[in-house]
């Protein structure tokens, strides 16, 4: 069956403009979790989703960060005023219940100038 | 202090080798532990679930200890093919459950095999 899916895989943009980054898990799963991955850097936690609960935003690092899963199903990733230390791969990965293996999409590569 | 810390490496090692990584982890709430592979410019994919009676899997041993909030991974008779950043994964789980699931990774530790 299919992956989790991540759009775009790539995206530039200029400092100040926002983004949204987009993610589609494994049909079925209830558990949506979001990571960046700075250059050579390890995956630093920001937000996860698990079902009808509110989610835990406590890793996102300022509130120009936010998401949204809607329907349980798709996410998106909104970074409003990009600088350019938000350059990263974003990073999204889904799971059957809260503790079990976690399926990792392909990241989308956020590039600010 | 990370809540979990791994030496980076590089480990450099021939074909055939037996390599052991190590990983130490801050909160004794912890409940789950793994080893992720990532391969470069890829994503993190699981290699292992980590047992409190350690578990084998192939050439891939790896071992928990709670006391001393330790884990390791011993890979045995190492192919071209295990080049990759292995990562230390931690579920910790607070009291209050909303953070139940959320992995903490360490920061990876590059092997590369080599010929």
């Known amino acids: 069956g299919a992956g989790v899916s991540q759009s775009p895989s790539n995206k530039v943009t200029e400092k100040g403009k926002d983004v949204e980054l987009r993610c589609d898990p494994i049909?079925?799963?209830?558990?949506l979790y979001w990571y960046r991955q700075s250059l050579g850097q390890g995956l630093e936690f920001l937000i996860y989703?698990?079902?009808?609960?509110?989610?835990?935003k406590s890793g996102l690092p300022s509130d120009r960060f936010s998401a949204e899963r809607t329907g349980g199903s798709v996410s998106t990733l909104t970074i409003q005023r990009t600088q350019q230390e938000d350059s990263a791969v974003y990073l999204c990965?889904?799971?059957?219940?809260?503790?079990?293996?976690?399926?990792f999409g392909p990241g989308t590569r956020l590039t600010v100038l | 202090r990370k809540e979990v810390e791994q030496d980076p490496g590089p480990f450099n090692v021939p074909e055939g080798a037996t390599v052991a990584f190590n990983c130490t982890y801050s909160?004794?709430?912890?409940?789950?532990f793994f080893w992720y592979r990532q391969d470069c410019r890829k994503e993190p994919k699981l290699l292992m679930s980590?047992?409190?009676s350690g578990n084998e899997d192939g050439r891939f041993t790896a071992q928990l200890n709670r006391a001393s909030q330790y884990i390791s991974l011993l890979i045995r008779d190492s192919k071209l093919s295990d080049s990759a950043t292995y990562l230390c994964?931690?579920?910790?789980?607070?009291?209050?459950?909303?953070?139940?699931?959320?992995?903490?990774f360490g920061q990876g530790t590059i092997l590369t095999v080599h010929p």
């Open positions: 990965a889904s799971s059957s219940y809260s503790s079990g293996e976690q399926f």
């Open positions: 049909s079925g799963h209830t558990a």
């Open positions: 989703f698990q079902g009808n609960s509110a989610p835990d």
């Open positions: 909160n004794s709430a912890s409940q789950s």
């Open positions: 980590v047992y409190s």
């Open positions: 994964v931690v579920n910790i789980h607070t009291a209050g459950g909303t953070s139940y699931g959320k992995l903490t």
